[in-house]
């Protein structure tokens, strides 16, 4: 978590390293801004994510480098992009914390699927049942894409399934 600063302050990124260091390979990092006008995020910091086994990042905040990191392939989902760097704007002041970004509450150990249309943040307790009824949707919707694709009548293809 960031809070905004308006100077310089002498660790601004201290729990950032702490964070790249510590983290679970396969990990997302999620970051709650400081501040919506400075860039959180950028390519060396992706840079070193990406040799670290960080899979992805989730911020409310602003990005830098967008070609950068495009380049290097880390998925980041931000709200926006700024040529500013985050030094004596905002410091990275707070890891292992609850985190809200946008309506979600996001806790350490939480799950974070991400693509490009956005995220959505999973409990720990309920990754499992999460995971089942997930997969449970994929195999109904591949059932009725293919009856669809065979011209099955679309209404009757959803009254047997439920599924669009």
Same mark, same amino acid.
């Given at each position: ?29 999620? *970051? ?36 950068? *990191? /495009?380049?290097?392939?880390?998925? *980041? ?23 809200? *970004? ?29 995971? /089942? ?32």
């Amino acid at each position: 978590e960031c809070e905004p600063t308006d100077r310089p302050v002498e660790q601004p990124y201290g729990v950032l390293f702490d964070a790249l260091r510590d983290h679970q390979p396969g990990s997302v990092l999620v *970051i709650a801004a400081g501040d919506r006008w400075s860039g959180v995020w950028g390519e060396l910091l992706s840079t070193a994510a990406l040799a670290r086994g960080i899979v992805g990042v989730v911020t409310d905040g602003l990005t830098r480098d967008l070609s950068g *990191i /495009e380049a290097l392939g880390l998925p *980041i989902l931000g709200a926006g992009v700024s040529p500013l760097d985050s030094a004596g704007r905002q410091a990275f002041a707070r890891l292992d914390v609850d985190v809200t *970004i946008g309506d979600a509450t996001i806790r350490p150990g939480d799950w974070v699927v991400a693509d490009e249309l956005g995220a959505a943040a999973v409990p720990a307790a309920l990754v499992d049942q999460v995971i /089942e009824l997930g997969l449970q949707k994929q195999q109904a919707e591949s059932t009725v894409r293919s009856e669809l694709a065979a011209g099955h009548d679309l209404g009757e293809v959803f009254q047997r399934h439920g599924v669009l």
